[in-house]
């Protein structure tokens, strides 16, 4: 059967009452968590892991959990062009021109190019998916042991080196994930590691527990310490046009807005398919080709409707390609997708090479799905941006307060144990000091849910080698991997190195470089 007709299969199987509604639940609710502030769809799967327990089939909860990670993508959007607040960090390059279109008297504009970039760049971006997933999965057949941990180090290393500010900060997150990882009885001798002689600890610390509380309950409690608590400043729609707000973009609009779909769509899948960090780096990116080659460049900073469709088409265009690495090799390129990775794994479902064999139905359920919430997505969006701006107005201590009661519930309602509350609720002390401190949540999250994976692969390594360290350079895939790898964590150095050599300020060049001084 080939691609084409596995789809087809797939839209059958999506178009049944039950998960259509599911991918209809996450699209809504997706791009709920994305209007509002601080609230990005990591928290709000974690949030939902303990509710998959009660699922029997796991197609409904993955195409949910999908709906949301990209309905959070069109989300974020209307908080960064109406409040000048991105929802998520992948929305900053937006705000930056559609927030100066609303302040001109454009929002609806620069909405309508947001929803509709998206929607064409998903559809875009599904379609490669599409027919990507079956050759990537054959190639991914033939890896060895060396190859997957080179590939899962070269993960953990490029999503440590491009997120957040400091290097080092990432890489200590890093080494406190992988620590967490490790904590529990060791598979191959039966030591415990890590349990400071807590029984209760053997068994390691339950995923679910962690993500709920290094993103949710700790994002609350920084949010909530910082006092971001009151609602901003929302720039007024302006006056619309009496059959929505498809017709709010002029002619000129569609004009400078077209190409930039398609070339943010270009750059979006790619950089989701390759361990950088998420949806940030091929949004900037989008944002900074769109502004030197722009005909209206002295527009940008003004309010350029460039600057808001490539970034939005590259945003959505990356969450189809995080799914390639997610689904073919197992491999989370993303703190969302490492959630998701867990999803699956309650399911006791393995993501990678193997899955299209073994799971053929789910995993086109899936891609079909994505067709059919874009669509939803963009009949929600177009014509509901006024519930969005009234969504705003929440008071926000009621909505972190309901936070951190549902997080309790949620964990408790499957263990029963209050000690796994408290474990949660000592992690998210742990995420939120981290926060306060600067130090990226992703790496941790990576590390824990790796590390354990990339000892097994360490090991089976060495087995096989007789204890052989070059084994790990002798595969020419492995060195190259490995290679790359150490590329990652020398290049946010490189503009600091240039700008030395030129005598210019190293302050400007550690801001190229995603990271500071340390």
Request: aromatic residues 10%; negative net charge; charged residues 10%.
């Given at each position: 059967m080939n691609s084409f007709d596995s789809l087809l299969g797939g839209f059958a199987t999506v178009l049944s009452p039950e998960n259509l509604l599911f991918a209809l639940i996450g699209v809504t609710l997706g791009t709920l968590v994305g209007v509002l502030p601080g609230i990005g769809p990591a928290v709000t799967?974690?949030?939902?892991?303990?509710?998959?327990?009660?699922?029997?089939?796991?197609?409904?909860?993955?195409?949910?959990?999908?709906?949301?990670?990209?309905?959070?993508?069109?989300?974020?959007?209307?908080?960064?062009?109406?409040?000048?607040t991105p929802g998520e960090s992948a929305?900053?390059?937006?705000?930056?021109?559609?927030?100066?279109?609303?302040?001109?008297g454009h929002a609806r504009a620069a909405l309508a190019t947001a929803a509709i970039g998206s929607f064409v760049?998903?559809?875009?971006?599904?379609?490669?998916?599409a027919f990507v997933a079956e050759p990537m999965a054959a190639i991914a057949v033939t890896f060895r042991a060396t190859d997957y941990f080179a590939l899962m180090v070269l993960a953990l290393v490029t999503v440590t080196a491009l997120v957040g500010n400091s290097l080092v900060r990432g890489l200590l997150s890093l080494l406190l994930g992988i620590m967490i990882g490790f904590v529990g009885l060791d598979a191959v001798s039966g030591q415990s590691r890590f349990t400071f002689g807590s029984i209760s600890l053997f068994n390691g610390i339950d995923e679910v527990l962690l993500i709920i509380g290094l993103f949710a309950i700790g994002e609350t409690l920084y949010v909530l310490v910082r006092g971001r608590t009151r609602p901003g400043h929302v720039t007024p729609l302006g006056p619309g046009h009496g059959r929505g707000q498809f017709m709010s973009m002029n002619r000129d609009q569609w004009r400078r807005s077209w190409a930039p779909w398609l070339r943010g769509a270009g750059v979006g899948f790619p950089f989701g398919v390759l361990p950088s960090g998420g949806a940030e780096l091929p949004t900037f990116l989008s944002y900074s080709y769109e502004k030197h080659r722009s005909k209206g460049r002295e527009e940008f900073g003004k309010g350029a409707i460039e600057g808001v469709a490539g970034p939005e088409a590259a945003n959505n265009a990356s969450f189809s390609g995080v799914l390639v690495p997610l689904l073919t090799l197992g491999l989370p390129t993303s703190a969302t997708a490492a959630v998701m990775l867990v999803a699956f794994q309650i399911f006791n479902i393995k993501p990678g090479p193997q899955l299209l064999e073994t799971s053929p139905d789910l995993v086109w359920a899936l891609i079909a799905s994505l067709f059919v919430g874009n669509l939803a997505l963009l009949a929600i969006n177009l014509p509901l941006i006024r519930l969005w701006v009234k969504v705003l107005q929440i008071p926000r201590p009621v909505l972190y307060a309901g936070i951190l009661v549902f997080a309790g519930l949620g964990i408790y309602s499957v263990s029963g144990s209050v000690s796994d509350i408290l474990i949660a609720y000592g992690v998210g002390v742990v995420g939120f000091l981290m926060r306060q401190l600067d130090f990226p949540i992703a790496p941790a999250i990576l590390g824990a849910i790796l590390g354990p994976e990339l000892e097994n692969q360490f090991r089976r390594s060495l087995n096989i080698s007789n204890g052989d360290l070059t084994v790990f350079v002798d595969r020419p895939l492995s060195a190259t991997i490995l290679a790359i790898a150490v590329l990652a964590l020398v290049l946010p150095y490189v503009p600091k190195i240039v700008a030395r050599l030129r005598g210019k300020p190293v302050e400007t060049a550690g801001k190229l470089a995603f990271a500071d001084e340390d």
């Open positions: 799967i974690a949030l939902l892991l303990p509710v998959t327990y009660n699922f029997e089939d796991p197609i409904p909860a993955i195409i949910m959990f999908a709906g949301i990670y990209y309905g959070a993508m069109y989300g974020g959007s209307t908080t960064a062009i109406l409040l000048n929305s900053v390059a937006t705000a930056l021109e559609g927030h100066e279109m609303a302040r001109r760049a998903a559809v875009i971006s599904t379609t490669l998916l």
